[in-house]
């Protein structure tokens, strides 16, 4: 008898131990899931950073991001302009896969983003800022919410201080300088999955330094010396740049920067010299040829930073070509989400970079402005419109749904007929198709490496790369042109 007691009492405990074991496991494996937060600028160039040698922007908190964490010095936006680079930031696919071909264009309601993926690895999502990408009623098949995030503070397009937002739907105005109130919008719900023990997805999305430039007093005291646009326009960097170092101090604080993925980056090239003294804003591209719009380096070459303390224990630079496209893979691969029906990818994991290895592309990164204008998206006034229609606890007023034909497939699009700008970058090669306003096309070749200004092309001296490479690109563009007619949705 004493025996069956002794036996029962120590199977009792083993099982105890065993359970108590598997919680350990559990809670182990759940503060181990990195947190991801994926924060874009808009319309901020290679050279408006003081770590990329501006002569005059003040960054010192991203100065200390690239003095601590890895630094992508040749990362790509996907698109020359901010909503088909957000569609690319999503997905991992190039815009023109989804029909995103222009600023105001919308992603495909079929479309798997990067918020809907980390949901099967038990991740909360959250947007806040710029979206861009649709309607920011809730009902839209293509707002936040139904494009994978649980919480959103979004706008339809760029904004400035004092915003007015969609708070899941209910339009509100939020008070303050505009990247602050939305890193502090980001911050609730970081602080929320935290008291839920929750791993978290953040998107932050700035609206600055779009034009218009307004940027606080505080943030113009900055730059005694410069003219007023000057003041206004470097103002908004610094204004990104210290709620970017407050978003930091709060990961600190709350005990999450060691294993929180940080990753910086912009959506764009700037914009064209818009003011009469062009002066220090010469500089916004770091030289590269180009702006915001066009194909050429400084069109679409960013700055990027990645700080993940519990995995880069050291700086790094990376001259790797990388772009928005490998955002998506790459988020997958750190927190083991899983897609049953993945669409063609463009994009590739960086993880390897991260974690230290030495790495090269598998695949080319292509590039395509299909000639097609944006839409006009004028937040304030579309916002204050909905706003009216709405009243408590209904955000989603009668009449037509936003962006309801979003998933249609009714245009077919020829694969003969590939036009519009395009570009292939392989390596230290680039290869870049112009059209004139004829849509005649000529085709030019570039070592970015020997020539990062793209002054000397390269197409006679080296025929044999430059036909590869033209063939290399038309054979993606066809593969994008069965995507944007549907092929990756069939069943």
Not at 431 to 460: A, R, W
Request: glycine share 8%.
């Amino acid at each position: 008898m004493l025996r069956r007691f002794v036996c029962s009492a120590l199977l009792l405990l083993c099982g105890f131990c065993f359970s108590s074991t598997l919680v350990s496991l559990h809670a182990a494996e759940k503060t181990a899931r990195p947190n991801i937060v994926l924060c874009m600028t808009d319309d901020q160039g290679w050279g408006e950073t003081s770590f990329n040698g501006h002569p005059v922007i003040k960054t010192p908190h991203l100065d200390d991001m690239a003095a601590s964490g890895l630094r992508l010095d040749r990362f790509y936006a996907a698109a020359p302009v901010c909503s088909p680079t957000r569609g690319s930031f999503l997905t991992g696919r190039h815009p023109n896969r989804f029909a995103c071909f222009s600023w105001g264009h919308t992603l495909r309601p079929q479309e798997v983003t990067v918020a809907e993926a980390v949901k099967s690895a038990g991740y909360t999502t959250g947007h806040f800022g710029k979206w861009h990408l649709g309607s920011v009623q809730a009902n839209s098949p293509v707002s936040p919410g139904n494009s994978g995030f649980d919480e959103w503070v979004s706008s339809p397009n760029f904004y400035e201080n004092d915003p007015y937002m969609s708070h899941n739907g209910m339009v509100e105005q939020l008070k303050g300088e505009s990247s602050r109130v939305t890193v502090d919008a980001a911050l609730d719900f970081m602080k929320g999955a935290q008291k839920k023990e929750q791993p978290f997805l953040a998107v932050i999305w700035f609206g600055n330094p779009h034009l218009p430039h307004e940027a606080v007093d505080e943030l113009k005291a900055l730059y005694p010396n410069q003219d007023p646009a000057f003041q206004n326009y470097f103002g908004e960097i610094s204004g990104v740049d210290r709620a970017m170092g407050h978003l930091r101090r709060q990961l600190r604080d709350l005990g999450l920067a060691e294993n929180t993925l940080l990753w910086f980056t912009s959506d764009n090239g700037p914009r064209p010299p818009q003011f009469k003294k062009d002066g220090p804003r010469s500089q916004a591209t770091g030289g590269l040829a180009g702006y915001k719009g066009n194909l050429w380096e400084g069109g679409i070459r960013v700055p990027s930073l990645i700080e993940w303390p519990a995995v880069i224990k050291k700086p790094e630079t990376s001259d790797m070509p990388c772009g928005t496209i490998d955002i998506y893979p790459t988020v997958l691969a750190v927190t083991g989400a899983k897609v049953s029906h993945q669409p063609t990818l463009d994009g590739e994991s960086l993880l390897p970079l991260i974690e230290g290895h030495k790495m090269s592309r598998d695949k080319p990164m292509g590039f395509w402005t299909y000639p097609i204008k944006g839409h006009p998206k004028r937040s304030t006034d579309i916002l204050l419109a909905l706003q009216k229609q709405q009243s408590p606890g209904k955000p989603n007023p009668p009449g037509p749904v936003p962006d309801a034909d979003a998933g249609s497939l009714k245009t077919l699009y020829s694969q003969d007929k590939l036009p519009g700008s395009a570009a292939l970058i392989d390596g230290d090669y680039k290869v870049l198709k112009m059209e004139n306003k004829k849509g005649t096309p000529k085709f030019t070749l570039y070592n970015l490496k020997q020539d990062p200004s793209e002054q000397h092309d390269l197409s006679k001296q080296d025929p044999q790369r430059f036909k590869k490479m033209k063939a290399a690109l038309e054979g993606w563009q066809h593969s994008v042109v069965d995507s944007l007619n549907g092929k990756d949705y069939a069943d």
